[in-house]
């Protein structure tokens, strides 16, 4: 069964850095692009980082140069640095993996909350 487990969320104040990290207990690993989503009640999901199969990444408007997504096939992580936190970063972060394969193989995780408060 395949599974994605975030880790990493915790209680920081604003300013502080905090890293998530998503492990997929997936094979070809290095064939999914995974993305980092967060979360609010009453908000709709916000994509906040994706890297593909290449390292290529992209990032929400809202990151402004704070966060870093970055993967390690070897380890099957993908890991995002985050950084000069805001209150408004609070979230429950979930990573996304998905392939190319026609369906495309998709899979959530269950999620890591993020606090961001003084």
């Known amino acids: 069964q395949v599974r994605l487990v975030e880790s990493g969320g915790g209680l920081v104040h604003p300013g502080g850095s905090l890293r998530l990290s998503c492990v997929a207990s997936v094979s070809a690993f290095s064939s999914y692009a995974v993305g980092w989503y967060r979360q609010t009640p009453g908000k709709q999901r916000e994509q906040v980082a994706v890297?593909?199969?290449?390292?290529?990444?992209n990032y929400g408007d809202f990151v402004r140069g704070r966060f870093t997504i970055s993967r390690d096939n070897s380890k099957n992580t993908v890991y995002l640095q985050m950084t000069n936190l805001e209150p408004e970063d609070t979230a429950v972060y979930s990573c996304?993996?998905?392939?190319?394969?026609?369906?495309?193989?998709?899979?959530w995780g269950l999620g890591t909350q993020v606090t961001v408060s003084s």
């Open positions: 996304n993996a998905h392939n190319m394969k026609i369906p495309p193989n998709d899979y």
């Open positions: 890297i593909n199969t290449r390292s290529i990444t």
